[in-house]
């Protein structure tokens, strides 16, 4: 390391992007594009070490939750406090159970204010990102230890559609599925999940059952652009687990600049 140089250790979970360079004969290329620190960055202009991990990959690997995503992030730990929501712990920087937390949680970039974003199902992702702290500059007091963001499936132009239906033990039963509906200059997306079981942990004394795995969710996307230049993303999601409701709402706004190619990135 060159004196008067400082590297910010870091981790993002997030989406690679193909790309393919014309001036070299059509050979693919792989550029990874940032954007937890809130703009669109190369990997090469960002002094930081990063992970792919997309949403395909976390539906390959069965990741439904932040709790079971932990595996797969060096440094995270995720720990369930029941009617207190989750204890998310990054890099040893933990919350310790008080009002105010030391991971901020991010659903499309909405900050939650409370934890239960480990406790909620992941359905429909494109990616996680994971940012180690301290990030109190870009993402505030509550930022120490680092900050988690969900970004979701926006609508796409092309018709679309998908389920998928899975059966176990304990009578188990989960399905989740999408469909996506474009128009001319508007798409919606619709993504459900749901599951239901009698939980694999019996008390022997009355026969009562408990961990069952009762969730349900929905999320509706809708994309506008009235022009080229500009493309509105408005998203609500509602997510029920035991009797516990979770409601995230998002608006996002584009304009040209941001949908064109990053400061360092192929053209692709």
């Given at each position: 390391m060159?004196?008067?140089?400082?590297?910010?250790?870091?981790?993002?979970?997030?989406?690679?992007?193909?790309?393919?360079?014309?001036?070299?004969?059509?050979?693919?290329?792989?550029?990874?594009?940032?954007?937890?620190?809130?703009?669109?960055?190369?990997?090469?202009?960002?002094?930081?070490?990063l992970q792919a991990l997309t949403g395909n990959s976390l539906d390959r690997r069965d990741l439904s939750s932040l709790y079971d995503l932990q595996m797969e992030v060096p440094g995270l730990v995720v720990n369930n406090r029941g009617m207190f929501g989750a204890g998310i712990a990054l890099r040893g920087v933990t919350d310790e159970g008080g009002g105010s937390l030391a991971i901020a949680p991010h659903i499309n970039g909405v900050y939650l204010g409370r934890s239960n974003l480990a406790l909620a199902r992941l359905f429909d992702v494109e990616r996680v990102e994971v940012l180690k702290g301290p990030q109190g500059t870009l993402y505030g007091r509550n930022a120490t230890g680092g900050s988690i963001n969900v970004v979701t499936r926006a609508p796409e132009p092309e018709y679309s559609a998908a389920v998928e239906a899975a059966f176990g033990t304990f009578n188990a039963a989960r399905v989740k599925g999408y469909v996506n509906l474009p128009a001319e200059k508007l798409a919606a997306r619709i993504a459900v999940v749901g599951s239901d079981s009698d939980g694999?942990?019996?008390?022997?004394?009355?026969?009562?059952?408990?961990?069952a795995e009762d969730y349900a969710g929905a999320r509706i996307s809708l994309r506008v652009q009235p022009s080229a230049a500009l493309t509105i993303d408005v998203t609500a999601q509602r997510a029920i687990r035991h009797g516990r409701t979770l409601d995230v709402t998002s608006a996002t706004l584009l304009t040209e600049s941001a949908l064109a190619h990053p400061d360092g990135a192929a053209n692709c």
């Open positions: 060159q004196p008067g140089r400082l590297a910010l250790p870091a981790l993002f979970l997030l989406l690679a992007a193909p790309c393919q360079s014309a001036a070299d004969g059509g050979a693919a290329l792989e550029e990874i594009i940032v954007t937890a620190r809130k703009v669109p960055e190369a990997i090469s202009r960002v002094p930081m070490s694999y942990i019996r008390n022997s004394i009355d026969d009562r059952r408990f961990a």
